[in-house]
């Protein structure tokens, strides 16, 4: 048995240096003369990016790994480790990073880290295209059956039933029917699409091919946002693989059923991820959307009936063919079955992917693989979930269940997995206007509520956060967030006011306190900002003299510091390093 060396390539591990702490690996064994005994395998990113990450697994010591790993430490690592049989204690991860994984329950992620994306012996090996193989010999109407069971819900965000969509195209009417899939992953800081993947293509392709044998298609899409280039890179290597296998194209698997799959790359529209811009985007047209209905199930791609689900759903589809539905509907709460991954970011000490359960609470996905905050001082504030569209919870509304019905009635949107925790030092009023102004950015302009009411929207958010704020404004963006929510043409406009109507419910104090008080609670609006020291709580420390990049700020030891507002750039220095919030 060889040794394996696992190394993280993802994204993340190669912009921290991977490809050269793999190319030092090689030459340490070289000249160890372990190169024959050791197996090197690229893996895609786990999740927790500690990069660059390595496993190094021997039958003496099982596996061990190493975080941070720098080409430098690489010797260190060969010489301790495979020669000595001792491993590196100081670069070993730690109990949190146990514990990181130890909370999550990873079905769609299980082969991410642990496969190399690129070889389909690799995916084989670890029972890949066995669902394909047993869902050949289950037939389409069983095969449906079994998704309808399961109780698995689309994962891009509406979480509509996804064998109850799949009966949906097969009985539409057609001789030529199309599976699309969804990888325009656009919604700020998420990255579930990618990271799946980067590291685990195969699984999306295999539920591409299931799908497709089930409803009656000879043919798929996979439209893959183009600023994804390793995601772009891994796929075709992929559908290649797939090809040569037999896998994919003629007679697959020497059955009477073919299919192929055709990678189209997306030009960076948000709007491309509603599904009927998808499709309009693919046809060559622009990507705007259209009326429904038709949905696409009825009338698609061409004009024909079209399946469309998103990256984690597919890659759902191989786990629920061969271990069931009963196991795969036991996962989660009554109403969402199964799990969900979600990329963490914010003011915690793991960000990353997890995946859990379904019906997990807020709070237990934050303080179990998320870590808690980040800062003992910082205290949690809000919980921005669903992405630009979703919505912002307050720290009262921690204990709701993560699933689609109990989400939806915070006023948020389960969406496609974006989770971001904030904490005092986030302005909310500012974190409206921020999710506003993206979804401005990328209306494509085709309805007049999301062209015209947004943008009234975003004017109104920029005026209270500059000091210009009125009492009416209120009323203003509740009633026009209302009115485009309920008029605007496709998803991005129904849900772009989200994120202003749940920080009006849940923080409407700081709303009021830009507005009668011109002040910012979280001291972020910069025309809100007096740059004064308050001497009640400065502690005289002089960290804020010393951040100053221009010589604005006058201090001595054992004195306050005095802020010259001639000089100063309003730069927020001073704001960001002070832990005592002595200046407002």
């Given at each position: 048995m060889k040794v394996k060396i696992l190394i993280c390539m993802g994204t993340s591990g190669i912009s921290a240096g991977a490809k050269e702490v793999e190319r030092v690996f090689k030459d340490e064994l070289k000249q160890h003369k372990l190169i024959e005994k050791c197996k090197i395998v690229r893996t895609g990113d786990r999740g927790l990016f500690r990069d660059v990450?390595?496993?190094?697994?021997?039958?003496?010591?099982?596996?061990?790994?190493?975080?941070?790993?720098?080409?430098?430490?690489?010797?260190?690592?060969?010489e301790r480790h495979l020669v000595e049989g001792k491993p590196v204690k100081e670069l070993e991860v730690g109990k949190d990073y146990e514990e990181f994984f130890s909370t999550q329950m990873r079905v769609?992620?299980?082969?991410?880290?642990?496969?190399?994306?690129?070889?389909?012996?690799?995916?084989?090996?670890?029972?890949?295209?066995?669902?394909?193989?047993?869902?050949?010999?289950?037939?389409?109407?069983?095969?449906?059956?079994?998704?309808?069971?399961?109780?698995?819900?689309?994962?891009?965000?509406?979480?509509?039933?996804?064998?109850?969509?799949?009966?949906?195209?097969?009985?539409?009417?057609?001789?030529?029917?199309?599976?699309?899939?969804?990888?325009?992953?656009?919604?700020?800081?998420?990255?579930?699409?990618?990271?799946?993947?980067?590291?685990?293509?195969?699984?999306?392709?295999?539920?591409?091919?299931?799908?497709?044998?089930?409803?009656?298609?000879?043919?798929?899409?996979?439209?893959?946002?183009?600023?994804?280039?390793?995601?772009?890179?891994?796929?075709?290597?992929?559908?290649?693989?797939?090809?040569?296998?037999?896998?994919?194209?003629?007679?697959?698997?020497?059955?009477?059923?073919?299919?192929?799959?055709?990678?189209?790359?997306?030009?960076?529209?948000?709007?491309?991820?509603?599904?009927?811009?998808?499709?309009?985007?693919?046809?060559?047209?622009?990507?705007?959307?259209?009326?429904?209905?038709?949905?696409?199930?009825?009338?698609?791609?061409?004009?024909?009936?079209?399946?469309?689900?998103?990256?984690?759903?597919?890659?759902?589809?191989?786990?629920?063919?061969?271990?069931?539905?009963?196991?795969?509907?036991?996962?989660?709460?009554?109403?969402?079955k199964g799990t969900k991954v979600f990329a963490l970011a914010g003011k915690i000490k793991n960000t990353g992917l997890v995946e859990v359960p379904m019906g997990t609470t807020i709070r237990q996905l934050i303080y179990g693989p998320g870590g808690g905050m980040i800062s003992k001082k910082g205290n949690l504030k809000a919980v921005q979930i669903g992405g630009p569209s979703g919505g912002c919870l307050p720290e009262s509304l921690l204990d709701t269940p993560i699933d689609y019905e109990s989400i939806t009635q915070t006023g948020a949107i389960m969406g496609s997995g974006g989770m971001i925790v904030m904490d005092e030092s986030s302005c909310m009023v500012d974190i409206a206007k921020f999710f506003t102004s993206f979804t401005v950015a990328e209306s494509c302009g085709k309805c007049v509520p999301c062209r015209v009411g947004l943008k009234r929207m975003l004017e109104v958010l920029e005026e209270i956060t500059r000091g210009k704020g009125k009492e009416e404004h209120i009323n203003f963006l509740q009633e026009m967030a209302t009115t485009v929510k309920n008029t605007a043409l496709c998803g991005l406009g129904q849900t772009a006011p989200n994120p202003v109507l749940t920080t009006i419910r849940y923080f409407l104090d700081e709303y009021k306190a830009h507005i009668k008080e011109k002040k910012c609670p979280a001291r972020v609006c910069i025309e809100l900002l007096k740059f004064e020291v308050v001497e009640e709580r400065c502690v005289r420390c002089g960290r804020c003299y010393k951040a100053c990049p221009v010589g604005a700020i006058e201090w001595k030891k054992k004195e306050y510091p005095r802020i010259d507002k001639d000089k100063c750039i309003k730069c927020k220095s001073c704001i960001n390093v002070c832990e005592f919030r002595a200046i407002q």
């Amino acid at each position: 048995m060889k040794v394996k060396i696992l190394i993280c390539m993802g994204t993340s591990g190669i912009s921290a240096g991977a490809k050269e702490v793999e190319r030092v690996f090689k030459d340490e064994l070289k000249q160890h003369k372990l190169i024959e005994k050791c197996k090197i395998v690229r893996t895609g990113d786990r999740g927790l990016f500690r990069d660059v990450l390595i496993d190094i697994i021997t039958p003496e010591l099982g596996r061990v790994t190493y975080e941070y790993v720098k080409p430098e430490d690489v010797s260190k690592i060969v010489e301790r480790h495979l020669v000595e049989g001792k491993p590196v204690k100081e670069l070993e991860v730690g109990k949190d990073y146990e514990e990181f994984f130890s909370t999550q329950m990873r079905v769609v992620l299980s082969n991410c880290g642990e496969i190399n994306p690129e070889d389909i012996d690799d995916y084989i090996a670890h029972g890949g295209y066995k669902a394909l193989d047993k869902a050949l010999d289950m037939g389409p109407e069983k095969v449906i059956r079994e998704i309808k069971k399961s109780g698995l819900r689309g994962r891009g965000g509406a979480g509509f039933p996804t064998g109850l969509k799949w009966e949906f195209c097969k009985n539409a009417e057609g001789d030529v029917k199309y599976v699309v899939c969804n990888a325009d992953e656009g919604d700020p800081g998420a990255f579930m699409d990618r990271s799946i993947l980067e590291g685990d293509p195969h699984s999306v392709i295999e539920g591409m091919i299931i799908a497709g044998y089930a409803i009656g298609a000879n043919e798929g899409y996979i439209y893959c946002r183009a600023e994804y280039p390793l995601v772009v890179k891994r796929l075709s290597t992929a559908l290649s693989q797939a090809k040569e296998k037999r896998l994919l194209g003629e007679s697959v698997l020497d059955s009477k059923f073919s299919f192929d799959i055709n990678l189209i790359q997306g030009a960076g529209a948000f709007v491309c991820g509603e599904e009927t811009a998808l499709l309009a985007s693919i046809e060559g047209r622009r990507g705007t959307p259209r009326p429904k209905p038709p949905f696409p199930a009825q009338q698609g791609l061409w004009g024909n009936p079209t399946l469309i689900n998103n990256v984690e759903t597919l890659a759902n589809i191989r786990h629920i063919i061969i271990k069931g539905a009963e196991w795969f509907s036991s996962i989660g709460s009554e109403r969402s079955k199964g799990t969900k991954v979600f990329a963490l970011a914010g003011k915690i000490k793991n960000t990353g992917l997890v995946e859990v359960p379904m019906g997990t609470t807020i709070r237990q996905l934050i303080y179990g693989p998320g870590g808690g905050m980040i800062s003992k001082k910082g205290n949690l504030k809000a919980v921005q979930i669903g992405g630009p569209s979703g919505g912002c919870l307050p720290e009262s509304l921690l204990d709701t269940p993560i699933d689609y019905e109990s989400i939806t009635q915070t006023g948020a949107i389960m969406g496609s997995g974006g989770m971001i925790v904030m904490d005092e030092s986030s302005c909310m009023v500012d974190i409206a206007k921020f999710f506003t102004s993206f979804t401005v950015a990328e209306s494509c302009g085709k309805c007049v509520p999301c062209r015209v009411g947004l943008k009234r929207m975003l004017e109104v958010l920029e005026e209270i956060t500059r000091g210009k704020g009125k009492e009416e404004h209120i009323n203003f963006l509740q009633e026009m967030a209302t009115t485009v929510k309920n008029t605007a043409l496709c998803g991005l406009g129904q849900t772009a006011p989200n994120p202003v109507l749940t920080t009006i419910r849940y923080f409407l104090d700081e709303y009021k306190a830009h507005i009668k008080e011109k002040k910012c609670p979280a001291r972020v609006c910069i025309e809100l900002l007096k740059f004064e020291v308050v001497e009640e709580r400065c502690v005289r420390c002089g960290r804020c003299y010393k951040a100053c990049p221009v010589g604005a700020i006058e201090w001595k030891k054992k004195e306050y510091p005095r802020i010259d507002k001639d000089k100063c750039i309003k730069c927020k220095s001073c704001i960001n390093v002070c832990e005592f919030r002595a200046i407002q």
